[in-house]
């Protein structure tokens, strides 16, 4: 446990130090004319009801009405956002991305294949060190922590932690948000589950978090279908292993119809960062950029948070006094995060081929 406390505390120092100089700088004349120029800017695997991106797309688009926003493919996993960069490496049409927005491993993996392209935005020194490349290749945007979305109509009991999900009560119940082969969210949610078991962060909460699955699998409690608000609220998946900020998000769409609760469990509370990146081949490489500093002002950063997302500036804009209290109140207890535990990016690594190496051979469920 003292290992997890010292890599949160390290965690929430870096974020405390913040270099407050350049925030306020606004990207120049000279990349707000080329990104016009060029009129278009492709996103990939943003679904409107994650992290408040449905709003933060519409400010940036209000901003600059010149530059069309073509969204590929908003269900996409952090895998398929690698492969549509390789697939169009050669294909300046309106299939080859400009940005990606992936899990952490996917960060330094993409850089060493040689498919990202170097950009500091003007705050870049606000973002914690540990969760970015110090070349500007990738980082940290936003992070949140693993829980349980419940549909409160078919859920009499709500499950409290990882151990409940096995109970014979939640049977044909429980689905993960995404495909554990290709999603970082559902890659994490194992870890998550792993660690739940007191299993070390990296392989061997892996390792335990696919043995979790496995039986919860041949319990007849997992569900192979990727959940989301529309399988919930259809009873398909009643409960779904997702980000806090993905369930609330959720749960303010369905507004109700069905009474839903989101739990960050007991123990296992896992926090994972997803970072940003511009593609080595974007079409529109100023847009990219222009995009990145839109995502980092003040304005993007308040955006995601409104997603019950928190920012990677949000140690730094709490210390500056611009965050409305209205948002902090939004968010679960604070406390819910207190034992949130930051895997180190080899821990990320390791968890990530185990669990995506032996999904298929230890649980057997195709999730699609």
């Known amino acids: 446990m003292m290992s997890h406390t010292k890599r949160l505390l390290s965690l929430s120092t870096a974020l405390a130090i913040a270099v407050p100089s350049l925030a306020f700088a606004e990207p120049s004349a000279e990349l707000v004319e080329a990104a016009k120029k060029e009129g278009m800017l492709t996103t990939i695997a943003l679904p409107h009801d994650w992290c408040g991106y449905g709003e933060v797309i519409a400010s940036f688009k209000a901003k600059y009405p010149e530059i069309q926003v073509n969204e590929l493919n ?43 392209q170097p950009y500091k935005v003007s705050t870049w020194d606000e973002i914690p060190d540990t969760i970015k490349d ?66 070390k962060a990296g392989k061997e909460a892996g390792e335990a978090g696919l043995a979790y699955f496995a039986e919860m699998n041949k319990a007849g409690n997992f569900v192979p279908v990727i959940g989301k608000s529309g399988t919930l609220a259809q009873g398909s998946t009643p409960i779904i292993i997702a980000w806090d900020y993905n369930a609330l998000g959720w749960a303010k769409t369905l507004n109700g119809n069905p009474p839903t609760e989101v739990v960050v469990p007991e123990k296992g509370v896992l926090a994972g960062v997803y970072v940003q990146a511009i593609s080595a081949y974007a079409p529109h490489p100023n847009a990219a950029k222009l ?62 081929a185990a669990v995506t190496g032996a999904w298929d051979s230890v649980v057997g469920a195709n999730v699609q």
């Open 74 to 116: 908003p269900d996409a996993g952090s895998a398929d956002e690698i492969e549509a960069i390789k697939a169009n490496k050669d294909n300046k049409g309106p299939q080859s991305p400009d940005v990606i927005d992936v899990g952490l491993s996917f960060g330094p993996s993409a850089k060493a294949e040689g498919l990202l």
């Open 134 to 199: 110090p070349e500007g290749y990738w980082y940290g945007d936003y992070y949140g922590v693993m829980s349980f979305f419940v549909n409160k109509d078919l859920v009499e009991n709500t499950p409290k932690d990882w151990a409940d999900l096995l109970k014979p009560e939640y049977s044909g119940q429980v689905a993960l948000a995404g495909d554990p082969r290709a999603s970082n969210q559902a890659i994490l949610g194992v870890l998550a589950a792993g660690l739940g078991k007191d299993a």
């Open 291 to 352: 995009w990145m500093e839109h995502l980092y002002s003040d304005e993007g950063q308040l955006g995601w948070l409104k997603g019950y997302c928190h920012p990677a500036r949000f140690n730094a804009m709490v210390k500056a006094g611009k965050i409305p209290q209205d948002l902090i109140d939004a968010l679960p207890p604070a406390e819910s995060y207190e034992k949130a535990y930051f895997p180190t990016l080899e821990e990320v690594d390791a968890n990530n």
